[in-house]
């Protein structure tokens, strides 16, 4: 290591050397937030340093740049800007000055290439949401416009709708087709406000061929920006060009959104996501692992998949974990590898599933006192969500029959068996308590 | 008074070669993978305080120079999520401390916003928290849902003879000898978290460069006699 560090090299430019020397001089967290991510491009004698964003500009310069300008010697004159190399400098009025010639392109979609039909695993949680999307795909603007996509975090609603804009631009690579999260949407329009081209704004919003909207639900209470959607909307609609837009939950549900919108969102066809059944989960698992190329045992995928329930996103993380620990210790990933790599993980599983906070969640979500939950009382209002929590318990825990009967007010074991038998029996018969217990299961579980 | 005729005293570069593994291999060589493939969404990496959290970000931020960002948002609380603006226009963002801000409304949307825009281009979140994505404390269950996607790892603390090689590897890259037993003295007399241990050896290496003299147990008695009060929290036991 030398005084000035690991930047100082033969070849080195003299920002290379200003930034060597500050790293000498400042402390690490210090050099990190406030220098690193500077990017430097020489422009003649204008060295223009690129910041993230104004926050970083102000205190470079209010901290920083006499150091730099010094450092410097008199040989390049430094400048502050807000932007970076990929997408050009930004001025004072958030304009965007390409520092390259931009490639011609139609338009940025923003889809993600992998998230197609094919890497989509169907299981019978997402099989009509699937189907109404290849609908879609195949028949834009008129099968079903708006498709609406509704269900809980993490579950394939982003997946699914970029498969319906990746098979258009597969079909028709010029078609106009554009995906964005919603809070994108209400940042292109208050940029725009403020930077009077708000015509540009509706004008590119609506001459899109296809127009994807992700988490809808974050329009609520921006009046302003429902509004702008609302015309957006219209106006793609009356042209025959295709929506689609996922939200979680049903349309009817989202407060703080206009009735109009949601009158309007159930035009064409709302279809529901569900949590993957376990089945899915071990398929999902297994399409991820092929897709890295791996060869996933089943038996650690039925694993995973039975202690991660949250969401497919948790699933993906914890395989990351498992395959990450496999490449860098040269192991085989098999059930035992496995249960050791996500130790940790699992500890925390653990720890938010306790018999206890089952309890505590099911008391809460049927409004009854947890004390009653305990007790001997055997009036229906209080025996249903005993029975129910015990099920929870026995399906998220690890702990024996006896243990759950202990737990529940020092109840025999027999007790927990019949109670966990009858909710099995009235799952399949009573939708009201297959959607309490399902409605729970993803509460526990994340 | 007495005073270094040259400021030769080195800083320790949080680089990972710096980063003594034991126990967090498979971490390290990820972070590194990660760092120099940008092929994954990132990894959540949490733990106890004094565990090189902070040390593997800023590893990450070394080996990837101006296309990191590093922000420790414990120290950003008060200045607002703007800034975390403009952070996705750069392809590795590490994000020291996160749970300090979870539960606070407007930074989580910024954090959402900010995820969605970086994992959405293929940029890398490195987060580091105290605990899991799940038990941070996150009320925005759609950013909560985006952090469990990134691999967890959980920072394992060393064992007493990790954090004595640990110190010895930090004073070798100092170029200075620390004997097994002058480190393991210091283990058994002073606070034993990394943090304290790496700024006792801040202070040795101060005073061994102005004494002219090696890291043994005598001299080191000596200072820390003479020192006893001028590095916080430390007191002879």
């Keep these: 290591?030398?005084?000035?560090?690991?930047?100082?090299?033969?070849?080195?430019?003299?920002?290379?050397?200003?930034?060597?020397?500050?790293?000498?001089?400042?402390a690490e967290q210090e050099f990190n937030t406030w220098i690193r991510p500077l990017q430097a491009v020489e422009n003649g004698r204008v060295l223009r340093l690129l910041a993230p964003n104004l926050f970083v500009v102000k205190w470079v310069q209010r901290h920083y740049l006499e150091k730099i300008s010094e450092l410097l010697k008199?040989?390049?004159?430094?400048?502050?800007?807000?932007?970076?190399?990929?997408?050009?400098?930004?001025?004072?009025?958030?304009?965007?000055?390409?520092?390259?010639?931009?490639?011609?392109?139609?338009?940025?979609?923003?889809?993600?290439?992998?998230?197609?039909?094919?890497?989509?695993?169907?299981?019978?949680?997402?099989?009509?949401?699937?189907?109404?999307?290849?609908?879609?795909?195949?028949?834009?603007?008129?099968?079903?416009?708006?498709?609406?996509?509704?269900?809980g975090v993490g579950l394939g609603k982003t997946h699914l709708m970029q498969a319906v804009g990746n098979a258009l631009l597969a079909n028709n690579p010029s078609a106009r087709v554009s995906y964005l999260h919603s809070e994108r949407f209400v940042g292109d329009m208050v940029r725009g406000l403020q930077h009077n081209t708000i015509s540009e704004f509706k004008r590119f919003y609506r001459s899109l061929d296809a127009l994807l909207i992700d988490d809808i639900q974050f329009f609520a209470g921006k009046e302003r920006s429902q509004e702008e959607f609302f015309h957006t909307f219209n106006a793609l609609l009356e042209g025959h060009r295709q929506i689609i837009l996922t939200c979680d939950r049903y349309p009817k549900e989202v407060t703080g959104l206009e009735e109009r919108l949601k009158s309007r969102f159930g035009w064409g066809l709302t279809v529901s996501i569900e949590p993957p059944e376990l089945e899915t989960s071990v398929a999902i698992l297994m399409?991820?692992?092929?897709?890295?190329?791996?060869?996933?045992?089943?038996?650690?995928?039925?694993?995973?998949?039975?202690?991660?329930?949250s969401n497919v996103r948790e699933l993906e993380g914890a395989l990351r974990r498992v395959m990450a620990t496999s490449l860098f210790t040269g192991q085989a990933i098999d059930l035992a590898f496995a249960k050791t790599a996500l130790k940790d993980l699992l500890a925390v599983q653990d720890r938010l599933v306790s018999i206890e906070n089952i309890q505590k969640t099911v008391a809460e979500y049927f409004k009854i006192r947890l004390a009653?939950?305990?007790?001997?009382?055997?009036?229906?209002?209080?025996?249903?969500?005993?029975?129910?929590?015990?099920?929870?318990?026995?399906?998220?825990?690890?702990?024996?029959?006896p243990e759950i009967g202990a737990a529940f007010g020092g109840r025999d074991h027999t007790t927990v068996l019949h109670g966990c038998r009858r909710i099995t029996m009235l799952r399949n018969t009573e939708k009201r308590i297959d959607d309490d217990y399902r409605n729970l299961l993803r509460t526990l579980t994340g | 008074m007495s005073q270094l005729a040259l400021p030769l005293q080195l800083q320790d570069h949080a680089v990972f070669e710096s980063f003594w593994p034991a126990g967090n291999d498979a971490l390290v060589a990820y972070l590194i993978e990660l760092s120099d493939t940008g092929n994954g969404p990132g990894c959540w990496i949490w733990?106890?305080?004094?565990?090189?959290?902070?040390?593997?970000?800023?590893a990450v931020c070394d080996r990837t120079g101006d296309r990191s960002a590093y922000l420790p948002l414990g120290r950003f609380v008060e200045a607002g999520p703007e800034v975390l603006d403009g952070l996705e226009t750069r392809q590795f963002i590490c994000l020291d401390d996160i749970d300090t801000i979870a539960g606070e409304p407007e930074w989580e949307r910024s954090l959402f916003e900010l995820c969605n825009q970086v994992l959405d281009s293929g940029g890398v979140l490195i987060i580091s928290a105290s605990a899991s994505p799940r038990e941070s404390g996150f009320g925005l269950k759609d950013l909560e849902s985006r952090f469990t996607r990134l691999p967890p790892f959980h920072v394992q603390p060393l064992a007493d003879s990790d954090r004595v090689r640990a110190l010895q590897l930090r004073a070798s890259m100092r170029g200075l000898d620390l004997p097994v037993e002058t480190a393991n003295y210091l283990l058994t007399r002073r606070k034993r978290d990394m943090a304290s241990l790496y700024a006792l050896l801040d202070r040795l290496d101060l005073e061994s460069l102005k004494a002219q003299r090696r890291l043994t147990i005598p001299f080191v008695k000596t200072v820390l006699v003479l020192r006893q009060g001028d590095i916080d929290g430390f007191s002879e036991s």
């Design chain 1, 1 to 26: 290591m030398t005084v000035e560090g690991p930047l100082l090299q033969a070849e080195a430019t003299p920002w290379d050397r200003c930034v060597g020397a500050l790293q000498a001089e400042l």
């Design chain 1, 74 to 151: 008199g040989r390049l004159d430094p400048v502050l800007e807000v932007g970076s190399r990929q997408t050009g400098a930004v001025d004072g009025t958030g304009a965007t000055r390409q520092l390259r010639p931009a490639r011609v392109e139609p338009i940025a979609s923003r889809l993600n290439p992998t998230f197609t039909f094919a890497t989509f695993v169907e299981g019978k949680s997402n099989q009509l949401a699937r189907a109404a999307a290849c609908q879609v795909a195949e028949n834009p603007g008129t099968s079903y416009n708006p498709l609406f996509i509704y269900g």
């Design chain 1, 287 to 309: 399409s991820k692992a092929a897709i890295e190329g791996l060869e996933l045992p089943e038996e650690v995928a039925f694993f995973i998949a039975k202690r991660i329930r």
């Design chain 1, 372 to 401: 009653d939950l305990l007790s001997k009382t055997r009036s229906r209002s209080i025996a249903r969500p005993r029975q129910i929590a015990m099920s929870l318990a026995k399906e998220l825990t690890n702990h024996s029959l």
């Design chain 2, 47 to 58: 733990g106890a305080p004094a565990t090189g959290k902070t040390h593997l970000l800023q």
